[in-house]
Every structure is written in C-alpha cells, then in structure tokens.
C-alpha cells in the first residue's frame, strides 16, 4: 500500500500564494499520473490538476494561470503551486496517485483557506 502524504495548507488572503507538497511512501517514477483533487464544503470532489509520468500537464479550467503542478521523480514528490487564490479556492486539496488503470491512492487531504 502506498502512502500519500499532503502538507502546505493554510490560511492565505486573497491574491496570496501556497505551495502544496504530496511526498509518496514508494517509487513514483512509473506511476501513470499524479494529480490534486479538492473538495470544497458541500461540493463533490474536482479535478484541480494532473501530472503523467511523461509530464504531460492538465488544469482544470478555474485554474489554469494560477496553478502550476509538477513531480520530483527523485523526491517522490509532486507539488502545487498556487498562485493569485481566491475564496473560491478554498476546499482540502488532495492527493492523488494512478500507479495503473487498475490501482491508484488517496492522500488524507490539506485544508486551504482563502480569506476575502
């Protein structure tokens, strides 16, 4: 079982910037894809960002120009950077791993908050 861990949540105010850390317990170098997901209070969980093992990049539309996603193969770490957030922005991001179309994980999540 992999583990999936998140951490650079917070508090920010609007227009602000985070950086989100997911640090895999095993190799990721061959995993399909890594991604971030978040669900606000209410909502059903989304699609924010995704990153393949060829780097091929994908951005949910409300993203895109803010976020920036990538993965250290060596770290066995992908990250977000999030930049200008809004308050709408505010949901516990989570991480995401396809190691196959047959197996994937799920991080814990990292709360988010942007204040107006």
């Known amino acids: 079982q992999v583990q999936l861990v998140e951490s650079g949540g917070g508090l920010v105010q609007a227009g602000g910037t985070l950086r989100l850390s997911c640090v895999a317990s095993?190799?990721?170098?061959?995993?399909?894809?890594m991604g971030w997901y978040r669900q606000a209070p209410g909502k059903q969980r989304e699609l924010v960002a995704v990153v393949t093992s060829a780097a091929r990049t994908n951005y949910a539309n409300y993203v895109k120009g803010r976020f920036t996603i990538s993965r250290d193969n060596a770290k066995n770490t992908v990250y977000l950077q999030m930049n200008d957030l809004e308050p709408d922005d505010t949901a516990v991001y989570y991480c995401?791993?396809?190691?196959?179309?047959?197996?994937?994980?799920w991080g814990k999540g990292t709360l988010v908050t942007v204040s107006s």
């Open positions: 095993a190799r990721i170098f061959s995993f399909n894809a």
């Open positions: 995401y791993a396809q190691a196959n179309i047959k197996v994937d994980y």
